[in-house]
């Protein structure tokens, strides 16, 4: 019985990375039909054809300013002009036409009782990374996730990624949109890569501190930063540490 699950979990190991490593069969893409701006899944067919199936229709946007809510950078030199139909397909990305904001061919909204979005100041400042930014609200995975504060606000300048969750400017510490903490401070006691050679994620799983805070990546733990040392840490199982307040285990959930 053992060996049987364990060559059953290992097919089921083999396989999920087999995947992972894989090309995404599934895109989504912009597109023209019949005038009519499309949101939609793409798929490769037979003989090299793409075959789509419509999401949504995009409605109240003026395609002919339809841009990437993104700064200009080499890597987006491509797309930094109005959107084109048959351009390369598309991740995860912002978009806005002066007037409103779309992500995943949605208009993006906020909640009531918030700041309304506002597309005139709207950026997306990273390709491939959900966080994005306004004059009032910051953004991740198409959702308002805080305040964007007169008194500290995100300073796209100096903002630079620490993992795939954990952005950094001179000020704040942002996980997955959601100001953490304070930047003073701040630096990496370890990190390591994601996967063991077989994984195809790239980047880094970090343990990090600022002046008062233990981050694992970029969620505060109950830890002492100063006293702060890791004893074993086995990424995305448990991390064991010691503080002046003795030895503790952190289970990943």
Request: with cysteine; hydrophobic share 35%.
């Amino acid at each position: 019985m053992t060996l049987i699950r364990y060559v059953a979990a290992t097919c089921l190991l083999s396989c999920h990375l087999a995947q992972a490593c894989s090309p995404a069969p599934v895109e989504q893409q912009y597109a023209l039909v019949n005038g009519q701006l499309v949101y939609q899944w793409v798929t490769p067919g037979r003989a090299g054809a793409i075959e789509a199936t419509l999401i949504n229709n995009v409605e109240g946007v003026d395609v002919s300013r339809f841009h990437l809510a993104s700064p200009h950078t080499p890597a987006q030199t491509d797309n930094t002009g109005p959107w084109r139909d048959g351009g390369p397909l598309q991740r995860p990305s912002y978009y806005t036409d002066g007037n409103n904001v779309f992500y995943k061919g949605t208009q993006l909204k906020n909640p009531a009782g918030t700041p309304t979005v506002h597309a005139a100041s709207f950026i997306q400042p990273f390709a491939g990374m959900t966080f994005a930014a306004d004059q009032e609200s910051l953004y991740y995975d198409g959702e308002r996730t805080d305040n964007n504060t007169t008194a500290a606000p995100v300073d796209i300048a100096s903002l630079k990624v620490v993992d795939e969750y954990l952005l950094m400017d001179v000020r704040n510490l942002y996980h997955r949109g959601k100001i953490v903490g304070s930047a003073k401070g701040f630096r990496i006691i370890a990190s390591k890569p994601y996967g063991s050679g077989a994984s195809c994620r790239q980047g880094q799983h970090v343990i990090a501190r600022n002046s008062k805070t233990v981050f694992l990546d970029g969620v505060a733990i109950n830890a002492d930063a100063a006293t702060f040392r890791i004893k074993r840490w086995e990424p995305g199982i448990v991390l064991n540490y010691v503080d002046k307040h003795g030895s503790h285990t952190y289970s990943y959930k």
